[in-house]
């Protein structure tokens, strides 16, 4: 029921995007009773409210839908299923007895600051955008420096321009998204800046977003200063050489009143951090087996606080196991400890689980680090797929059955990306 919390649960989730929707379902499906999903918004659906152009459900419904649209549909059905949904209630903390039971600490409108008790949890808080401190871009201070995830909200949702003319600092999937949606509204975009020396975004976004509306894309190129004192007047861009140093004497200036910034996401997890689990390095989210269980007995993570997925259909799919291992756990029912180990080889940027179980199927989600054309994906000796090309802003996802590592009798598989041919 919406708004509706109770102080016990079997699995208690946290945030309400897709994977939050999706990891309730799938507890649900596993056989738990009670759930309950916390949201700190005033409303369900996370990134999704303020994606409305067109994109998701591709894979997951096989039809193109726009974020509202594809969250609304788990909306209804968590609500149908009769699962909790509390809005504007903030987790902000979460012990472990000794006896396995959780306690999950909500700061929210209607109650203060009470408590949740529950046999398993779920994280699935999503991210959040890195802003001009990550990267100290040097000058001044002047107001119109947004992320491009808040530029988004301000336009999609709170009918807000950012600016008129706008300069967009990194090529990941939102600011190429921002770069379209600011020309529909009337805006000039003077240009998508990119450090790389190819796109951070899906390639399919480079196409509709900056291809079909003449937006130049300067690849290996950075802004190395913001001018103005109130407001942003201009930004010196500079091309970069291979070890992504500016290059002394190429720079120029590029009249904008607004610069975003598309430079990356980190998963949301303070919370996580808090709590103790072990975070992986590499995705800033945390450690998890193959039933995507963290480091914390009966806690489990799913979509963005996990690692940053490019599509909300994935994100789907792998909180729906997330949330069926979470409902399991909450029935009592303990799955055996993985065995094997997976390492990530030769051009493997991350691998999401850290470690694979023999008895069931599971699904591999990893990242290359450098672009490939074309590329052979190992998995040990067990695997190998041919793949048209690899780069980084597109993940990579690999179904494992158990049949396949009946036949592998080792404690380590490592995960090479080589080019076709090696
Ligand atoms: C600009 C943009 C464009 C995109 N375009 C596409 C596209 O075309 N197609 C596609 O498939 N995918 C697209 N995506 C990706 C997709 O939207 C995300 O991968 C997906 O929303 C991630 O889901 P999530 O549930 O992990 O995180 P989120 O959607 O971020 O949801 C996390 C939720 O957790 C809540 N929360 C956080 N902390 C707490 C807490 N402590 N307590 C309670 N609640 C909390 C947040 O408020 C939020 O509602 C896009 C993403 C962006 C940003």
């Given at each position: 029921?919406?708004?509706?919390?109770?102080?016990?649960?079997?699995?208690?989730?946290?945030?309400?995007g897709?994977?939050g929707?999706?990891?309730?379902?799938?507890?649900?499906?596993?056989?738990?009773?009670?759930?309950?999903?916390?949201?700190?918004?005033?409303?369900p659906?996370?990134?999704?409210?303020?994606?409305?152009?067109?994109?998701?459900?591709?894979?997951?419904?096989?039809?193109?839908?726009?974020?509202?649209?594809?969250?609304?549909?788990?909306v209804?059905?968590v609500l149908?299923?009769?699962?909790d949904?509390?809005?504007?209630?903030?987790?902000i903390?979460?012990?472990?007895?000794?006896?396995?039971?959780?306690?999950?600490?909500?700061?929210?409108?209607?109650?203060?600051?009470?408590?949740?008790?529950?046999?398993?949890?779920?994280?699935?808080?999503?991210?959040?955008?890195?802003?001009?401190?990550?990267i100290?871009?040097?000058?001044?201070?002047?107001?119109?420096?947004?992320?491009?995830?808040?530029?988004?909200?301000?336009?999609?949702?709170?009918?807000?321009?950012?600016?008129?003319?706008?300069a967009?600092?990194?090529?990941?999937?939102?600011?190429?998204?921002m770069a379209r949606r600011?020309?529909?509204?009337?805006?000039?975009?003077?240009?998508?800046?990119?450090?790389?020396?190819?796109?951070?975004?899906?390639?399919?976004?480079?196409?509709q977003?900056?291809?079909?509306?003449?937006?130049?894309?300067?690849?290996?190129?950075?802004?190395?200063?913001?001018?103005?004192?109130?407001?942003?007047?201009?930004?010196t861009?500079?091309?970069?050489?291979?070890?992504l140093?500016?290059?002394?004497?190429?720079s120029?200036?590029?009249?904008?009143?607004?610069?975003?910034?598309?430079?990356?996401?980190?998963p949301?997890?303070?919370?996580?951090?808090?709590?103790?689990?072990?975070?992986?390095?590499?995705?800033?989210?945390?450690?998890?087996?193959?039933?995507?269980e963290?480091?914390?007995?009966?806690?489990?993570?799913?979509?963005?606080?996990?690692?940053?997925h490019?599509?909300?259909?994935?994100?789907?799919?792998?909180?729906?196991?997330?949330g069926?291992f979470?409902?399991?756990w909450?029935?009592?029912?303990?799955?055996?400890?993985?065995?094997?180990?997976?390492?990530?080889?030769?051009?493997v940027?991350y691998?999401?689980?850290?470690?694979?179980?023999?008895?069931?199927m599971q699904?591999?989600?990893?990242?290359?680090?450098?672009?490939?054309?074309?590329?052979?994906?190992?998995?040990?000796?067990?695997?190998e797929?041919?793949?048209?090309?690899?780069?980084?802003?597109?993940?990579?996802?690999?179904?494992?059955?158990?049949?396949?590592l009946?036949?592998?009798?080792?404690?380590?598989?490592?995960?090479?990306i080589?080019?076709?041919?090696s």
């Amino acid at each position: 029921m919406f708004g509706r919390m109770n102080r016990k649960y079997d699995v208690v989730v946290l945030g309400a995007g897709p994977a939050g929707l999706g990891a309730a379902l799938g507890a649900l499906d596993a056989g738990a009773e009670d759930v309950l999903i916390l949201e700190r918004d005033e409303e369900p659906g996370g990134i999704l409210r303020q994606c409305i152009h067109a994109g998701f459900g591709l894979h997951y419904f096989k039809e193109e839908l726009t974020g509202p649209e594809y969250g609304e549909r788990f909306v209804t059905k968590v609500l149908e299923h009769d699962v909790d949904l509390a809005p504007n209630s903030y987790a902000i903390g979460l012990a472990v007895d000794s006896d396995g039971t959780k306690e999950v600490r909500v700061l929210s409108e209607k109650a203060g600051i009470t408590t949740v008790e529950c046999a398993s949890v779920v994280l699935a808080m999503g991210c959040r955008e890195r802003t001009r401190g990550a990267i100290r871009i040097p000058g001044t201070r002047p107001s119109g420096i947004y992320t491009a995830g808040l530029a988004q909200k301000f336009v999609n949702m709170m009918g807000y321009l950012p600016g008129r003319r706008i300069a967009i600092l990194g090529s990941g999937d939102i600011g190429l998204i921002m770069a379209r949606r600011l020309v529909l509204e009337g805006c000039e975009v003077v240009g998508v800046f990119e450090i790389l020396p190819y796109s951070n975004g899906l390639t399919r976004n480079v196409v509709q977003c900056l291809d079909d509306f003449n937006i130049p894309l300067h690849l290996s190129t950075t802004v190395t200063y913001i001018h103005g004192r109130d407001r942003v007047e201009g930004v010196t861009v500079s091309p970069v050489d291979e070890h992504l140093k500016p290059i002394a004497g190429k720079s120029w200036d590029v009249d904008c009143d607004t610069l975003l910034l598309s430079i990356g996401l980190i998963p949301e997890n303070e919370l996580t951090r808090s709590m103790g689990a072990n975070l992986d390095v590499v995705t800033g989210g945390p450690i998890v087996s193959s039933t995507l269980e963290t480091s914390l007995p009966g806690v489990f993570a799913s979509g963005n606080v996990l690692h940053v997925h490019d599509l909300a259909d994935f994100v789907t799919e792998e909180a729906l196991r997330g949330g069926a291992f979470a409902g399991e756990w909450a029935r009592g029912i303990r799955r055996p400890r993985d065995t094997i180990h997976l390492v990530a080889g030769n051009n493997v940027a991350y691998c999401v689980p850290k470690t694979l179980s023999p008895d069931r199927m599971q699904v591999i989600y990893m990242r290359c680090k450098q672009r490939m054309q074309p590329a052979r994906l190992r998995v040990g000796e067990l695997l190998e797929r041919k793949l048209k090309f690899v780069v980084p802003a597109e993940m990579i996802s690999l179904k494992i059955r158990p049949a396949l590592l009946e036949k592998f009798h080792g404690d380590r598989l490592v995960i090479d990306i080589v080019p076709e041919g090696s």
